[in-house]
């Protein structure tokens, strides 16, 4: 007979039984959630324990609240960011198994960020400041690359269904900037995450307001963006640019900077091979076109084209 709390494999017929050594698991058997809630906070049995409940994310009920409500267990995901941080000031190279243990413990956030129920609780505890410095960080390697996306994705849950509390709290810490910096030196799921983040931020009126005013910033968020056609050129991913093209619509909707707009905009927007690019999206040319009507209201150039309906048709817009 087995000792109470050693881990036991039966076989589904019965005939084979194996007992764990002392303070061992069953190889290829996932323990419980319970026993990963005690083994994460075993120094020892911490890394396996964080990827086994990051893989839990997606499918146990509640899971925000037993994150966010079991004692000790929020200090213990930001004990292990901490533990990174000296890679970024030392400029040293995060060993893979760090950066998978990392990326884990933060992905454990994500429905914490989901939930309505305690993204307020988290946001006014200032959690999300610890994935600042991943996004701060210009090192392009690929597990910094790897850690700015997930903390990316923190960000995208928090904006995800527009929760105006959860813009001002982001707002107010500046992730303004950090998404631009992610844009300019992020792989392209990095920028496809930072473009969302500001499409969503853009959406609202209070994130409107804020990147209209100042002028400057106005300007340097529309310099990042329009970069984008650039960089990507040689290699365009149609989805980032439909994110991107969304956000200069939103714009363009506020009467305040359409007129100023136009000059900002990228001149793969505004030519016919551009447009050619997207003839299979009707919503994406459409957006196209409403940009142009917004800031010039010159679209006659482009009807020959035969994809660009009349400008009271919005079909598609909305």
Partial sequence: MSPVGTPVWVSPNGRVRITAPPGRRIPGVVPSLEELLEDVFDPIKRGPALVYL???????????????????????????????????????????????RVSCAISLFQPVAKDSRVRVRFLRAETHRYLYPFLDNPRRSTNFDKLRLTSLGIIGFLVKEVDLEAVNYLLQSEVIPLCLHCIEVGTDWCRIAAVFILEKILSTDIGMQYTCVPQERFVEINRVLSSLFTLTRNRPSSRLLRRVIYCFYLFSCNQRVANSLYGLLPDALKDESFVYMFRDSVETVNFVRQVLWNTTRIYNRYDHLGMIPEPDDTTGLY
């Fill in 54 to 100: 990051a893989m839990k994310r997606r499918t146990v009920q509640d899971y925000s609240l037993i994150i966010w409500n079991t004692p000790g267990f929020v200090a213990l995901i930001l004990q292990e960011i901490l533990r990174i941080y000296p890679y970024i000031d030392h400029e040293e190279q995060i060993p893979d198994d760090d950066c998978l």
